[in-house]
């Protein structure tokens, strides 16, 4: 398990995976192309979190249950994060398409947030080799850090909208998603981790 999650290719393979089965699992369950478009941005978007987490807990992992998986988990970090930006990139496509054809008018906050988010996922991931690492020094790390913070807080906000909507589905969701976000940032920033990250 731990050779198989130590492989570069995995994350990436799985971001891809988890996208496009979100796309077909709206396609076969909406019942017309508006509702097809509208699940498959709402799945594209639930597809890349677990790619997220990743990411955002693998050096807490690491420091709190160190193991074979947690170090291997930790060693492919920026490959995680590539594999979710190639998750959300299929978000990107799903949302484009349900938001220019079939639901105009959303909000220009929700479009500034989100689109920001898009702007710092991709510098993240053209800057996630060692060379540019070096090139950048501290301004690296700084980018990085809040990076993950900010696609944190909007996958937060979006779900703590969910929570306190009109619609009991959609709220259901809101609050079991949004309590993991909590939850991630907590384990994440609870005193005693040594690893940096
Ligand atoms: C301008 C950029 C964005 C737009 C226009 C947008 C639009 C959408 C749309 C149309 C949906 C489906 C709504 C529904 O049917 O309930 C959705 C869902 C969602 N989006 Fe985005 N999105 C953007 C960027 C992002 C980013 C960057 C993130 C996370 C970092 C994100 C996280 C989410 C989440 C968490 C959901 C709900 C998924 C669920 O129900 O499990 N979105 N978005």
């Known amino acids: 398990m731990s050779s198989w999650l130590d492989r570069r290719a995995t994350p990436l393979l799985l971001g891809l ?27 594209t978007a639930r597809a890349g979190l677990p790619l997220f987490l990743v990411a955002f807990l693998a050096s807490t992992l690491v420091h709190r249950w160190p193991s074979p998986i947690s170090r291997a ?51 993240m991931a053209l800057t996630s080799t060692d060379g540019w690492q070096r090139r950048l020094g501290l301004w690296w790390r700084r980018l990085h850090l809040f990076g993950i913070h900010y696609i944190w807080f909007i996958f937060t906000a979006s779900y703590a909208g969910r929570a306190f909507g009109a619609d009991p589905d959609k709220r259901a969701v809101g609050i079991l998603f949004g309590s993991i976000m909590v939850a991630a940032l907590a384990l994440r920033l609870w005193p005693g981790r040594r690893v940096a990250g």
């Not at 105009?104 to 996922?121: D, E, K």
């Open 17 to 43: 995976a988890a996208g496009l089965i979100a796309v077909a699992a709206g396609w076969l369950a909406g019942g017309d192309a508006a509702e097809r478009a509208g699940l498959a941005a709402r799945w």
């Open 73 to 123: 988990l930790l060693r492919r970090r920026r490959q995680w994060g590539l594999g979710f930006a190639l998750a959300h990139t299929i978000h990107l496509v799903a949302l484009g398409i349900n938001v220019i054809v079939y639901a105009p008018g959303r909000t220009w906050q929700s479009l500034i947030g989100g689109g920001l988010a898009y702007v710092i996922i991709y510098l």
